[in-house]
């Protein structure tokens, strides 16, 4: 296995690790994203057994110990198992997440206290790089769930929305994410199909992004906006479609 980097918009890197037995034939890739400002963020620790890879493919972009931030979209084991390796690995880092998050998870499993950010706060990481953290919780799925958004790039890092199976180019410019996120949400089943995960989603596409980086699949240049609306869409029908059949079904 290795862990490749890739500057996908500027100063934010892609960390991709490409794992071929998990959802043969395709594959399934994990990836971080590095924001490299004067106080770096990464966003997911990857798996914990995954450190190694990950440590040294940051090693590339800043020294490991200046790592400031570390948050993520929820918590599980691709996205924050290894959180406190990265702690120790780096003295002055903090993890920064949802109040939900601190609350139900990350007080009790942080090795050091977590700072919980409010909905749409912004942490300013110098050198031109602010992260604003959006609560979107049971989207695609845990309580806890949010994502960041970088301003100065318009950089939607989503976590797990739009997730796809297989490996792929570090960044594509245009195209459609939506229909190979519907095949694997189709293969998976892996969102809570929550009444309000349109919504959440919805909520997203007044930021325009630029680029939308996935934790899995590729890192998508083109209108953010459109694919926002159209995987809301999806996510729509899909809950709303279940939640008619479980109607029927009780009334039959
Ligand atoms: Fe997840
Ligand atoms: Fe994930």
Redesign the pocket.
């Given at each position: 296995m290795e862990t490749k980097v890739h500057e996908i918009a500027d100063g934010i890197f892609r960390l991709s690790t490409y794992v071929p037995e998990i959802a043969p034939p395709a594959g399934f890739a994990f990836n971080s994203f590095l924001v490299r400002g004067e106080e770096p963020l990464l966003f997911h620790t990857g798996l914990r057994r995954m450190f190694p890879l990950n440590r040294e493919a940051v090693a590339r972009l800043i020294p490991v110990d200046k790592l400031r931030w570390i948050s993520f979209?929820?918590f599980?084991a691709?996205?924050s198992g290894a959180m406190n390796e990265w702690l120790a690995a780096a003295p002055d880092a903090q993890v920064a997440h949802g109040q939900t998050g601190v609350m139900v998870s990350l007080n009790d499993t942080a090795d050091r206290a977590p700072r919980i950010l409010a909905d749409g706060e912004v942490i300013e990481l110098g050198g031109n790089k602010r992260v604003r953290y959006i609560d979107t919780p049971h989207t695609?799925?845990?309580w806890d769930a949010g994502v960041m958004y970088e301003e100065s790039t318009g950089t939607l890092l989503a976590?797990?929305l739009f997730t796809q199976h297989g490996d792929h180019p570090a960044l594509v410019h245009g195209g459609d994410i939506v229909t190979p996120a519907i095949a694997a949400e189709e293969l998976f089943q892996?969102s809570a199909l929550a009444p309000g995960m349109g919504s959440a989603i919805r909520r997203l596409a007044p930021l325009k992004p630029k680029t939308i980086a996935l934790m899995h699949g590729p890192s998508f240049a083109g209108d953010g906006a459109a694919a926002l609306h159209a995987l809301a869409d999806f996510y729509e029908k899909r809950a709303g479609d279940r939640w008619a059949e479980l109607v029927q079904s009780k009334a039959a």
């Open positions: 979209g929820h599980e691709d996205e695609p799925h845990g976590g797990d892996y």
